[in-house]
């Protein structure tokens, strides 16, 4: 989603700050799963507390993929010793098991196993990533989940302010399991030629079929930095240049609805509102990829 606030002052920076305090002192108040979520989100400080909540909501809600994954990446945290709750159970291999056809999983599995130097678990991993049809982080229903909290909340604030505190929060938001991914491949030659195949293919599966761009992108510099021919990196450079060229169109699809929400009439700002939350629900669905295509 595109930044409502375009990097111009804002009119709604007071209304903003106050309703931001409140968001923070329900979520740090409120015993209930999304609260839970929402506090781990607050205070990434603390991986103690942090992991302490997302298990609080994953045990009240199993079903729900989001807090399966957020507890599986903040798991990822090389902390010693790990929290309790990562230490008990392997969190990772419990996201992958209950999420059987997203490839997210078994990739962050696969840089887990390459971390570990056994190859053969990397190489693995990677082709079962690569046979998945969908890499999804679920960031987009994060995302939702956030603006759902904060248009609940009390008052009669601008709603377009209310958007401006979820994008202003989504924006604080690191990426899921970027970094991971990032490190994912780059040594692959260590292991062999069949390493470099298995990325490749992943990379490629990534840059494909990833719900959001981030995740494209991060699956093209995979396959990018995994051609051994040169006929292969040309292809792979420009699946990677294609991605990028795509994601800032996309990007910038939203900077009319930006631009309306500081509009000084309430019809215009009301639409933009309504747009705005519409694509935020079919990214929430569909992916920001898809949602993108549909317009």
């Known amino acids: 989603m595109s930044d409502p606030q375009q990097g111009a002052p804002s009119r709604w920076q007071a209304d903003v700050v106050r309703m931001d305090d409140a968001m923070r002192t329900r979520a740090l108040s409120v015993d209930a799963p999304r609260a839970r979520w929402l506090a781990a989100e607050i205070d990434r400080g603390d991986i103690d507390l942090q992991v302490a909540n997302l298990a609080q909501a994953r045990s009240r809600m199993p ?15 090389r ?23 997203n490839g997210i999983p078994s990739l962050l ?49 601008e709603p ?20 991971s991914l990032q490190a994912l491949c780059r040594d692959a030659a260590r292991f062999g030629d069949t390493a470099r195949g298995a990325c490749t293919a992943a990379g490629n599966a990534l840059a494909q079929r990833g719900s959001t761009w981030m995740l494209r992108t991060a699956g093209a510099r995979i396959a990018e930095r995994n051609a051994t021919t040169p006929d292969a990196q040309t292809r792979a450079a ?20 930006a631009a309306a929400l500081q509009s000084p009439e309430g019809a215009v700002r009301a639409a933009a509102v309504a747009q705005w939350e519409a694509r935020l629900r079919r990214e929430a669905d569909v992916g920001e990829v898809a949602a993108c295509a549909a317009g």
């Open 63 to 77: 079903t729900e993929k989001l807090y399966l994954a957020s507890l599986a990446l903040a798991c990822l945290e």
């Open 79 to 101: 902390v010693q010793p790990l929290p309790d709750a990562c230490d008990a159970t392997d969190r990772l291999a419990d996201w992958a098991t209950r999420d059987a056809d």
């Open 109 to 157: 599995l696969a840089e887990r196993a390459q971390q570990r130097n056994n190859g053969a678990s990397m190489i693995a991993y990677l082709e079962e990533a690569a046979s998945r049809p969908r890499f999804d982080d679920y960031r987009a229903r994060g995302s939702l989940f956030i603006w759902e909290e904060v248009r609940s909340l009390p008052g009669s604030d």
């Open 160 to 179: 377009a302010a209310r958007v401006e505190l979820a994008a202003t929060w989504g924006l604080a938001r690191p990426a899921y399991g970027t970094g």
């Open 238 to 257: 420009s699946q990677l240049a294609d991605v990028q060229r795509r994601a800032y169109e996309c990007a910038q699809l939203g900077n009319p609805v």
